[in-house]
């Protein structure tokens, strides 16, 4: 079945740029997505990446994807405080109505 | 604006009672879900239904039944709670696999304990 693995945890410091990386086994994922969990509350959906394409751009933050390498990251440039959170990165496969998740990385930003 | 909602926030059972979870979702979307967190295992899924009077089984179904009577509302019940359903239930929704897919939508999830 689908896999997906991400690194348990990042620290950065405030105003360097973080990168939180994942893999996932399954090469007919269509669309994979990043989500952002604080402390206490649910998933948000930060950004998405189609699989036709290879880079995403929204603000500070760029989604990279390598089909070939079935890798996927997450870049934050001028990372903050309010950043840190657990990030999970989740895919989908065409025709599939559900999500696999990665266990999530938790993002630590230090003053 | 409403999105997921999810009732209650926090519950605390004993072993062998049982609940009901419920959600709620205000985007007319045809799917939702109900999936369990626990540290270290990330998201688990439960159940799903991918339009109303439909449910199917995810990855750990088993102590849990559900049902979508109305397109709005899916309800996760635990017929008789155990300690190792003691956990973060979250339910989402989503619009279903057309190409203007945008993920999930979260509620703020339920923390149940189970003594």
């Known amino acids: 079945g689908e896999d997906v693995e991400q690194s348990l945890f990042l620290s950065v410091r405030e105003g360097d740029s973080s990168v939180i990386n994942c893999t996932y086994t399954d090469s007919s994922s269509t669309y994979l997505y990043w989500y952002k969990q604080e402390p206490g509350a649910g998933l948000q959906l930060l950004t998405y990446i189609f699989s036709n394409m290879d880079m995403k751009q929204d603000q500070r933050l760029t989604v990279l994807l390598n089909k070939k390498d079935k890798h996927l990251s997450l870049r934050i440039a001028d990372t903050q405080t309010g950043d840190s959170a657990i990030y999970f990165c989740?895919?989908?496969?065409?025709?599939?109505?559900?999500?696999?998740f990665g266990k999530g990385t938790m993002l630590l930003v230090s003053p | 604006n409403a999105g997921v909602t999810q009732t209650p926030k926090f519950r605390v059972l004993k072993t062998g009672q049982s609940m009901t979870l419920l959600c709620a979702q205000d985007m007319n979307h045809e799917y939702m879900y109900w999936y369990r967190q626990d540290p270290g295992m990330g998201l688990r899924l439960i159940h799903y239904s991918v339009g109303e009077g439909t449910t199917a089984k995810g990855e750990v179904p088993d102590g849990y039944n559900v049902s979508r009577l109305k397109k709005q509302n899916f309800l996760l019940g635990l017929e008789s709670a155990a300690p190792s359903q003691t956990s973060v239930y979250f339910c989402?929704?989503?619009?279903?696999?057309?190409?203007?897919?945008?993920?999930?939508?979260f509620g703020s999830g339920t923390r149940l304990t189970v003594v």
């Open positions: 989740a895919e989908r496969t065409s025709g599939y109505s559900t999500l696999t």
């Open positions: 989402a929704s989503s619009s279903g696999t057309g190409t203007a897919n945008y993920g999930y939508t």
